[in-house]
């Protein structure tokens, strides 16, 4: 049998808007996402949300749930505190497009601006090459992203302070770190990670690495190694010179 | 990739949807770190019980110059500017600072509880403009791999230290003092071997890393303790903290050091 819950829903446009709050029955089991889709069918059906998989591997449905980011199919009700209405409201990074729904579409224009993968020439005639699994190990765990942006949405530099002019966000450096990491990989993104995508922004507070849906490890295994190769290269004229660790 | 337009523009300090206590752990860092800052500033200003027996407190060592047997270079050194204050922590305690200070885990600790940039997760910040560690003055954190070579060598001292502590005027012997620097030690280690730019510098740098088959071995484990970064970084700090107040407390006569051998 369904019990009666509260939610906050954020509703509005590119201008601004408020929380509106929405009645509706819960079950065992249900998500959030659920609970949306129940107050859009039987009280707001010009409630606008955006999903696709239900499954936490599309990335579409993500949005903020009594203030952190998450996904809104993979945030089960019996995690919450029904007892008090639960906020749900787009992120705060993006434009709202409306209500819930965000256009996230900065995210693949800086996406753009990281060199692309250039592999070095082919190990066999027949124009294919041979990889370790120890050296694909590290970047592997980078291919789990499945752009939701939760990241981009936390991460203080561009929620706060609003550098998306200067800075290209969790999710980014995530991917400029597998392509730099690749063992195939030719191309040199040192200089462009300092000076143009300004990864020195990035003041490890960890919130990205704390709202990966896909527990990508963001901060440790891939802004700091990034950061450590920007020292590397323009402030440890000692381990060049001496070869030292 | 010019700035979109966004709905939450200006936001306000403490502003949030959360309503989680997410103050709990920043001020529980901002008190924890608060007052080890304070017992070890007066400590390393004291000059005085820092020895006792076979054991060092580790915030004066290695001792450079001392009034204790286990100064390496004898006595405060007449060069030694007499309007400075003197005491053997200072020479060396600001290795272990540095270290720390610019070490990436406390930098995002302290950043948010010190700072409030962010105060949390998702908590609107008290000040519109940012710098980060893109420009001076936190530019300067890029040199932590400076004071990781220089935590090698103190870190060697303290196992000299460690092993020192097994003997006693008397010959061999193992009290909780030898206990409590053996424990220090490897706190110490699992933290500074644990370090991220120690990781980066012996394995991570390597984009085939199956080319460098004894660094893999090494980078696997630094990476097992780096997973644990923060773990090792308070431990290692209470226990350095509780080594220098058993030493002192031992030397004041007000605890007593218990042999087991
Ligand atoms: S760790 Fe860096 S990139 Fe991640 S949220 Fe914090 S400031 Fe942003
Ligand atoms: S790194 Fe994680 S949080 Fe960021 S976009 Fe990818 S999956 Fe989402
Ligand atoms: S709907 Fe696909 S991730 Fe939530
Ligand atoms: S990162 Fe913590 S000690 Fe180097």
């Not at chain 1, 129940?38 to 203030?67: F, M, T, Y």
């Not at chain 2, 004066?60 to 053997?88: C, D, M, V």
């Not at chain 2, 870190?155 to 409590?180: E, K, M, N, Q, S």
Request: proline content about 7%; hydrophobic content about 40%; overall charge positive.
């Amino acid at each position: 049998m369904g019990k009666p819950a509260t939610f906050r829903i954020w509703r509005g446009g590119p201008d601004g808007g408020g929380f509106q709050q929405y009645s509706t029955s819960v079950e065992e089991g249900m998500v959030v996402l659920d609970a949306i889709h129940h107050v859009q069918a039987e009280q707001a059906p010009d409630l606008a949300v955006r999903w696709n998989c239900k499954a936490g591997k599309c990335g579409s449905c993500s949005a903020e749930i009594n203030g952190m980011p998450r996904l809104m199919c993979m945030t089960r009700l019996n995690e919450l505190d029904l007892d008090a209405p639960v906020t749900v409201e787009p992120m705060h990074t993006f434009p709202v497009l409306r209500d819930l729904v965000t256009d996230v579409s900065w995210n693949f224009r800086a996406k753009k601006t990281i060199k692309r993968f250039h592999p070095r020439l082919p190990d066999a005639p027949d124009g294919t090459w041979r990889i370790q699994q120890a050296d694909v190990d590290r970047v592997q765990e980078f291919r789990k992203c499945i752009e939701c942006f939760l990241c981009q949405d936390v991460c203080h530099v561009l929620r706060e302070h609003h550098k998306h002019d200067e800075f290209i966000g969790p999710r980014l450096l995530v991917y400029a770190a597998a392509l730099e990491m690749h063992p195939l990989d030719t191309e040199d993104r040192v200089s462009d990670l300092r000076h143009r995508h300004n990864i020195g922004y990035c003041n490890i507070t960890t919130c990205c690495r704390q709202v990966c849906p896909e527990s990508i490890t963001i901060t440790e295994n891939a802004i700091i190694p990034l950061k450590e190769r920007v020292v590397d290269r323009y402030f440890d004229p000692i381990k060049s010179l001496f070869h030292i660790l | 990739m010019s700035a979109p337009d966004i709905v939450w523009k200006d936001g306000k300090f403490g502003r949030t949807s959360r309503r989680d206590s997410w103050w709990l752990s920043p001020a529980a860092i901002l008190i924890g770190l608060s007052v080890f800052l304070i017992y070890a500033t007066w400590a390393a200003w004291q000059n005085g019980h820092y020895t006792y027996g076979p054991y060092i407190s580790p915030f004066y060592s290695p001792e450079l110059f001392g009034s204790s047997p286990h100064a390496l270079f004898g006595p405060r050194p007449g060069w030694y500017p007499r309007y400075l204050p003197f005491s053997p922590a200072l020479l060396i305690l600001w290795i272990p600072g540095l270290f720390r200070l610019t070490c990436y885990y406390y930098r995002g600790a302290y950043y948010k509880s010190f700072w409030a940039d962010p105060p949390a997760c998702a908590v609107g910040e008290p000040r519109k403009s940012y710098w980060g560690e893109r420009s001076f003055p936190l530019i300067l954190q890029n040199f932590h791999r400076l004071f990781l070579r220089l935590s090698y060598i103190v870190w060697g001292f303290l196992v000299y230290d460690a092993v020192r502590a097994f003997f006693f005027p008397d010959g061999f012997g193992v009290g909780i003092g030898t206990l409590v620097l053996a424990v220090n030690v490897i706190l110490l280690g699992g933290y500074v071997f644990g370090c991220h730019a120690f990781r980066h510098l012996i394995g991570g740098t390597f984009d085939r890393v199956s080319e460098h088959p004894f660094r893999r071995r090494i980078y696997q484990a630094v990476s097992w303790l780096n997973a644990r970064h923060m773990k090792w970084a308070w431990a290692s700090l209470l226990s350095v903290g509780f080594a220098d107040i058993y030493v002192r407390l031992c030397s004041m006569g007000i605890w007593h050091d218990w042999r087991f051998l």
